[in-house]
């Protein structure tokens, strides 16, 4: 269980992550998570910065697609202007295969082309990898980090390297 609860790799923010070597390991789909991965939890406004770096993606030639658990909600500014762009399933029901495998048909990618970047375990990296997708697990939301507060307490509990480290983590808590 804990095997399929490990991300790949795991990055800081969305904004650290090398996206050329993801294309150099042959990965041209980003399926990216919203709250908490895009911005903080709830957000009515997507960060600029954000929508800047998925646009930039989308230039430099990755099929980009959002997989959120968000409910489709025709009020909600910060999806709807993703939606505008690229391709969103909402309601996903992460981590069922089901939304991610409508995502992939929309980019048209298979999954060992894809890569999932959220910061759950229990849902954007339980999903991935039930899948065989490749998954990035972020450990700070994008907004703590842009207001240069970095909250070491909202390090991922969900990235377990041994038992030892299980053990002073505390398991997979606070509904990570
Ligand atoms: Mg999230």
Redesign the pocket.
């Known amino acids: 269980m804990w095997r399929r609860l490990r991300a790949s790799e795991s990055a800081g923010t969305i904004y650290d992550i090398d996206y050329d070597r993801l294309r150099a390991l042959g990965k041209r789909a980003l399926l990216f ?5 895009l911005g903080e939890r709830g957000m009515k406004t997507l960060p600029e910065r954000s929508l800047r770096l998925v646009l930039s993606l989308v230039e430099r030639g990755f099929r980009v697609g959002i997989l959120t658990n968000r409910k489709r909600n025709a009020d909600d500014p910060a999806v709807l202007t993703l939606r505008e762009h690229i391709p969103v399933i909402h309601a996903a029901g992460k981590p069922r295969r089901s939304g991610f495998r409508e995502l992939l048909a929309a980019l048209d990618a298979a999954p060992e082309e894809a890569v999932m970047i ?3 375990c229990l849902t ?1 990296v339980l999903g991935a990898n039930r899948l065989g997708i490749y998954s990035i697990q972020i450990r700070s939301t994008a907004a703590r980090v842009t207001a240069d507060r970095a909250d070491p307490e909202s390090e991922s509990e969900c990235l377990p390297t041994s038992t030892a480290d299980r053990a002073r983590r505390g398991g997979c808590h606070r509904g990570c």
């Open positions: 998570d919203v709250d908490n991965t959220g910061d759950r954007d």
